[in-house]
Structure formats: C-alpha cells, structure tokens
C-alpha cells in the first residue's frame, strides 16, 4: 500500500532524497545540449577576431562586450538554436553565435612562467616556459598532464595550471 504524504514538507523531503540518491550513483548521466546533443558544459575557441557577446540568444539582444581574442578558450554552458552560452576564465559571459566558436581545443595559461615538459613528468627536461595569459593549442592530456603547443614551442604541462581543459578530462 503506498503512503500518502500529508504535508508540503513531505513531499519536499521526499523530492531532495530521490534527487539525492539520482545525482550520488556511480553512473552519472551527462548532461547533453538541447541543440547538438553534445556534452554541457563543454571546451570551445573563438574562431573570429571579434565575437560580440551578448544578454540574450538573438541579435536583438543588447552586446554586453567583444571577445577580441582569437583561438580564446571559452566554454559551453547553454545551446538555444544558433546561439550558445559561453563563459571565459574569469567567468565572463553571455551569449554568442554558434558561427564565432571553433571546435580546436584550446588553454589559457594560469601561472607565471609555466615550465612545458618533454614528458609528463616534472623531472623530465623543459623544453619552454610560457607566460600568464599565453593561449596554447591542446594536444593529448592523461589524469594530470595536458600536451599543449604554443608558437612553435611544445611540451608538457599540469593539468592544474592551465583553463581550458577539464580536470577529468582524457584526449588522445
């Protein structure tokens, strides 16, 4: 016999556990964009030298700003038809059309004089060292180290010290 539950309270608590318990298993559904069904949040560059970004997903929408950067790093947070929410390292965003972003991975350096690696191991040679703010190509990444090139320079870097890439993320 199913039991009724009498109060909003209820109905509440009952709501926060079995989202509890759907959101806490060890198989986690990805969310997908409504749009391309590819994952949300995702990696993107801007492909243009200018990308007006603005309040809303139309033309009619206020531009907020310009992204001025090319091959910046940006990432997906909402897909509505042409358009897509980005967000940038700071957290700076809003939307952009879909015809301004590239699918090359890209990062940003977030340290000072970041060394790149030959390998993935911080004992291995350094082979550059790149600048806050410097955008790099992305290569390969295992658990902790990402392959990135930047104007001709190549090499290894963690993870933890560049945007752009996710922490869990894998590429070969």
């Known amino acids: 016999m199913k039991r009724q539950l009498k109060s909003c309270g209820e109905r509440i608590l009952a709501l926060v556990i079995v ?3 759907l959101t806490t298993g060890p198989a986690l559904a990805e969310e997908r964009g409504s ?3 590819l994952p949300v949040p995702r ?3 801007l ?3 200018e990308g007006n970004v603005r309040r809303g997903p139309s033309l009619t929408h ?3 700003w310009v992204f001025t950067r090319r091959d910046m790093p940006l990432e ?3 897909e509505y038809g042409h358009w897509r929410r980005v967000r940038d390292r700071d957290g700076a965003g809003g939307w952009v059309h879909y015809s301004l972003l590239s699918g090359v991975r890209t990062v940003i350096v977030d340290e000072p004089m970041l060394e790149l690696h030959l390998r993935p191991d911080i004992a291995t040679q350094v082979t550059a060292q790149l ?3 410097v955008v790099a190509r992305l290569g390969d990444c295992d658990e902790t180290w990402c392959h990135l090139t930047a104007d001709g320079y190549k090499g290894w870097a963690p993870k933890s010290k560049i945007w752009g890439v996710g922490l869990d993320e894998l590429r070969e």
Do not use: L, Q, Y
């Open 76 to 78: 997906i947070t909402a």
């Open 19 to 21: 989202a509890a318990a």
């Open 43 to 45: 990696f993107v560059s």
């Open 62 to 64: 206020r531009v907020d």
């Open 35 to 37: 749009v391309t069904n």
């Open 131 to 133: 600048e806050v703010g």
């Open 47 to 49: 492909k243009a030298t």
